[in-house]
Nanobody, 124 residues
Framework: QVQLVESGGGLVQAGGSLRLSCVAS????????MGWFRQAPGQEREFVAGMPWSGGITYSADSVKGRFTISRDNAKNTVYLQMDSLKPEDTAVYYC?????????????????WGQGTQVTVSS
């Protein structure tokens, strides 16, 4: 049974930082592409960042480029999203997701597994 469990969300002031973690279990993810998405109230869930579990090129949405960084720790079966220079518009529930295959994807419908989400709130 595949499980993705996010943590690390919280309340932070604008300009601050948070690091989200996603612990993956239930199978070997070496052939998966891992993504972070977010969903603000009344908005569609949108792609934030992604990378192949095996490593290599990372991908980021234009809105977070230069501020957010995705990485993973194989030994801990964990994917991270380091978020710096946070803005109030980054406020959302952040989700970790996995899709089989290492082709990058930004459409939420292409992902097979999802975590439960973690709330990030950025105050001005």
């Amino acid at each position: 049974q595949v499980q993705l469990v996010e943590s690390g969300g919280g309340l932070v002031q604008a300009g601050g930082s948070l690091r989200l973690s996603c612990v993956a279990s239930g199978r070997t993810f070496s052939r998966y592409f891992m993504g972070w998405f977010r969903q603000a109230p009344g908005q569609e869930r949108e792609f934030v960042a992604g990378m192949p579990w095996s490593g290599g090129i990372t991908y980021s949405a234009d809105s977070v480029k230069g501020r957010f960084t995705i990485s993973r720790d194989n030994a801990k079966n964990t994917v991270y999203l380091q978020m710096d220079s946070l803005k109030p518009e980054d406020t959302a529930v952040y989700y970790c997701a996995a899709r089989e295959g290492q082709v990058p994807g930004t459409r939420k419908s292409s992902y097979d597994y999802w975590g439960q989400g973690t709330q990030v709130t950025v105050s001005s």
